[in-house]
T-cell receptor, first 117, second 112 residues
Framework: GAGVSQSPRYKVAKRGQDVALRCDPI?????LFWYQQALGQGPEFLTYFQNEAQLDKSGLPSDRFFAERPEGSVSTLKIQRTQQEDSAVYLCASSPQTGTGGSYEQYFGPGTRLTVT | GQQVMQIPQYQHVQEGEDFTTYCNSSTTLSNIQWYKQRPGGHPVFLIQLVKSGEVKKQKRLTFQFGEAKKNSSLHITATQTTDVGTYFCAGGGAGGSYIPTFGRGTSLIVHP
């Protein structure tokens, strides 16, 4: 079946612009994660959804970052008034975990490479 | 908070040599996951270990979870050029947290 897809794959934004990054998870996956990955680093957690509920947003670096998953499927990560330090690869991952607790394997999308100039 | 350290950061090997990466957590983990990320690609799930002292094998790859569930290792026997990439461990926190903490990764470079 289809894996996790993300769009756009590449985004160049001028400092101060707003951007919206889209994630289509694997059908039926309850959990969805957003990560930020800088060059040479591991994925850094941003936020987590279980269905449409955003259960954890502790990793969002500032109030310029906002994520939603209104129907429990597609998710959008929005960054307002982009800054140069926002330049990174933004990864989305979905997981089949069903809410019984504990972390499960994650299936990552190809990522969106954001460059802020 | 929970921290997961991974060493080494880089490892150069000649094709055919063995390779090991180590993962250490500051706290007890509920499980450990391993992922591989090829250059320019995204992390791909390899395996999950849950039990204390667990050992799992996938062809030339051997994964171990420590007795205290605070460390793990990935060993590759007789590396091939197709093994090139960055290997990440991700530790699941105790207490049922859904969110794994990723290590910084070990980049494996295999010279033919």
């Amino acid at each position: 079946g289809a894996g996790v897809s993300q769009s756009p794959r590449y985004k160049v934004a001028k400092r101060g612009q707003d951007v919206a990054l889209r994630c289509d998870p694997i059908s039926g996956h309850v959990s969805l994660f957003w990560y930020q990955q800088a060059l040479g680093q591991g994925p850094e957690f941003l936020t987590y959804f279980q269905n449409e509920a955003q259960l954890d947003k502790s990793g969002l670096p500032s109030d310029r970052f906002f994520a939603e998953r209104p129907e429990g499927s597609v998710s959008t990560l929005k960054i307002q008034r982009t800054q140069q330090e926002d330049s990174a690869v933004y990864l989305c991952a979905s997981s089949p975990q069903t809410g019984t607790g504990g972390s499960y394997e994650q299936y990552f999308g190809p990522g969106t490479r954001l460059t802020v100039t | 908070g929970q921290q997961v350290m991974q060493i080494p950061q880089y490892q150069h090997v000649q094709e055919g040599e063995d390779f090991t990466t180590y993962c250490n957590s500051s706290t007890t983990l509920s499980n450990i996951q391993w992922y591989k990320q090829r250059p320019g690609g995204h992390p791909v799930f390899l395996i999950q270990l849950v039990k204390s002292g667990e050992v799992k094998k996938q062809k030339r790859l051997t994964f171990q979870f420590g007795e205290a569930k605070k460390n793990s290792s990935l060993h590759i026997t007789a590396t091939q050029t197709t093994d090139v990439g960055t290997y990440f461990c991700a530790g699941g926190g105790a207490g049922g947290s859904y969110i794994p903490t990723f290590g910084r990764g070990t980049s494996l470079i295999v010279h033919p």
